[in-house]
């Protein structure tokens, strides 16, 4: 079971379309594909081998961390996308918990089928979802735990 932030301003009761550990396995994939570096050589000529498999540390157009981000979100159903949505905007503009529903609500307004690459595409999109999160009364620490 997922470990609830102490907050004073959700109380993490918040019902969620998207499950909790969903979340948090989204946070820590979008934050291994935020610490890529730029690509240093496009096309390198040599074997992954040859060159200590520097690639998989750089941010390619193709790179698999991104692709499985981008499938797990489109897999979801339509709620729990739009529940991603409202967490990031929520984390990303400093709301308050009162707020959810309202944020939701545009998120809902504003649904498409581009919500993965929106979502991937957000700056620091791992860090406002997790504020978002946070701002419910939520936490990802033990999902963390258990997974590093």
């Known amino acids: 079971m997922m470990e609830r932030a102490a907050s004073s301003i959700g109380?993490?009761?918040?019902?969620?379309a998207v499950p909790?550990?969903?979340?948090?396995?989204i946070i820590m994939k979008a934050r291994e594909f935020d610490a890529k570096n730029p690509v240093t050589e496009p096309n390198p000529a040599s074997n992954p081998s040859d060159?200590?498999?520097a690639a998989i540390l750089e941010d390619h157009a193709d790179d698999p961390v991104l692709e499985e981000l981008r499938s797990l979100i489109s897999d979801l159903s339509v709620d729990a996308q739009i529940d991603l949505?409202?967490?990031?905007?929520?984390g990303r503009d400093?709301?308050?918990?009162?707020?959810?529903?309202?944020?939701?609500?545009q998120a809902t307004d504003a649904h498409n089928k581009h919500t993965s690459d929106y979502l991937c595409g957000t700056p620091l999109f791992?860090?406002?979802l997790a504020d978002g999160l946070s701002t419910l009364g939520y936490s990802c620490v033990e999902y963390e735990r258990e997974h590093f």
Do not use: N
Request: hydrophobic share 40%; proline share 0%.
């Open 51 to 53: 060159d200590h498999s």
């Open 94 to 105: 400093d709301q308050s918990a009162d707020e959810w529903q309202s944020v939701r609500q």
């Open 20 to 25: 909790l550990e969903t979340v948090c396995f």
């Open 126 to 128: 791992a860090d406002h």
């Open 11 to 16: 109380d993490g009761e918040t019902e969620l």
């Open 85 to 90: 949505v409202a967490l990031m905007w929520l």
